[in-house]
């Protein structure tokens, strides 16, 4: 008698949004928006859940209080002015000015930025958006200073996402905390609103260790000219300002970026990004090895 192995296989998830090939593609949503069941409780009011699904964003004018604001802010500056943090491979520096660009993983490296993280109006709100409980993916502090910080170009985070960490469908959600005030002329936040509609797969294949580039100055996964000015002229921008304490919400597939920050006033804020405990990361779609865990989380706890 001959004994017989028999490797248990797992059966590949299905790519319902193809990007990094040869061209563009441009795929219809397949998920979601608001996956909590109309009507279902929570801090969001049922107007603005409403115009969270169909604009992919939602502006808050007052998230946190001004003492608060004093407390991240106090925070944000001890962690950028410490030599050890600077040092870490989750400090990423300007390349012009070398001064600190942002800080990932930094609800880890702060317990301050970890309560906030676990506060009823942040992650209430993330809950009641995406119809579960819900981990961390990614947070970060971006600093954004004055004198030339450079901005982020056009982009659908959930392209990087779903290509380099392997979020198979489209159930997180971001949200930036304003820490300073954000003017219509200091590097501020741009959408495209209804762009989050549909999935716009990009040119290219992904470069090796493409991350230690892209959080300076992201090449791949950037959509092309026409696209873009075709999604403007549809879609049209809107621009974000707001005192700090304001926040804003938006969707992970809603395209968006911000420009350079010439002016004097630093745009600093504290960025978090939610995803479902259904929709964990599995391998890549368009990259050979997933990022690192401080940039696309492999732990899956939900935030208690």
């Known amino acids: 008698m001959t004994d017989v192995l028999t490797a248990r296989t797992e059966t590949p998830r299905a790519d319902l949004y193809p990007?990094?090939?040869?061209?563009?593609?441009?795929?219809?949503?397949?998920?979601?928006?608001?996956?909590?069941?109309?009507?279902?409780?929570?801090?969001?009011?049922?107007?603005?859940?409403?115009?969270?699904?169909?604009?992919?964003?939602?502006?808050?004018?007052?998230?946190?209080?001004p003492e608060e604001v004093s407390l991240y802010r106090a925070e944000l500056d001890?962690?950028?002015?410490?030599?050890?943090?600077?040092?870490?491979?989750?400090?990423?520096?300007?390349?012009?000015?070398?001064?600190?660009?942002?800080?990932?993983?930094?609800?880890?490296?702060?317990?301050?930025?970890?309560?906030?993280?676990?506060?009823?109006?942040?992650?209430?709100?993330?809950?009641?958006?995406?119809?579960?409980?819900?981990?961390?993916?990614q947070s970060r502090i971006n600093v954004k200073p004055g004198f030339g910080a450079s901005g982020f170009y056009w982009h659908s985070d959930f392209e990087t996402w779903h290509a380099e960490?392997?979020?198979?469908?489209?159930?997180?959600?971001?949200?930036?905390?304003?820490?300073?005030?954000?003017?219509?002329?200091?590097?501020g936040l741009m959408i495209m609103p209804g762009s989050h509609k549909e999935f716009l797969g990009c040119a290219g294949e992904t470069p090796k260790d493409n991350y230690k580039r892209s959080l300076q100055m992201q090449d791949a996964g950037i959509p092309s000219d026409e696209v873009?000015?075709?999604?403007?002229?549809?879609?049209?921008i809107r621009?974000?300002?707001?005192?700090?304490?304001?926040?804003?919400?938006?969707?992970?597939?809603?395209?968006?970026?911000?420009?350079?920050?010439?002016?004097?006033?630093?745009?600093s804020n504290v960025f978090i990004v939610f995803n479902s405990v259904e929709n964990t990361a599995v391998e890549p779609f368009a990259a050979p090895v997933p990022r690192p865990d401080f940039i696309g989380a492999r732990d899956f706890t939900p935030v208690r």
Not at 172 to 183: D, G, K, Q
Not at 228 to 236: E, I, P, S, V, W
Request: glycine share 10%.
């Open 239 to 267: 621009l974000f300002t707001g005192r700090a304490g304001s926040a804003t919400w938006f969707d992970c597939n809603a395209m968006h970026g911000s420009g350079d920050n010439i002016t004097p006033y630093a745009r």
């Open 228 to 236: 873009l000015t075709r999604m403007a002229d549809r879609h049209g």
């Open 19 to 65: 990007t990094r090939g040869a061209a563009e593609v441009i795929t219809p949503r397949q998920d979601p928006v608001v996956w909590s069941p109309q009507g279902a409780p929570g801090p969001i009011e049922p107007a603005d859940l409403a115009g969270f699904e169909r604009d992919g964003f939602l502006a808050i004018d007052q998230l946190i209080t």
């Open 78 to 137: 001890r962690l950028i002015g410490d030599p050890g943090v600077r040092a870490d491979e989750r400090s990423i520096i300007e390349p012009k000015s070398q001064s600190v660009r942002s800080v990932f993983e930094v609800h880890r490296i702060s317990e301050v930025f970890a309560q906030l993280v676990r506060d009823p109006r942040v992650v209430g709100r993330a809950r009641q958006i995406l119809g579960s409980d819900v981990y961390v993916h």
């Open 165 to 187: 960490d392997g979020l198979p469908n489209m159930r997180t959600v971001s949200v930036s905390i304003a820490l300073t005030e954000n003017y219509d002329t200091n590097g």
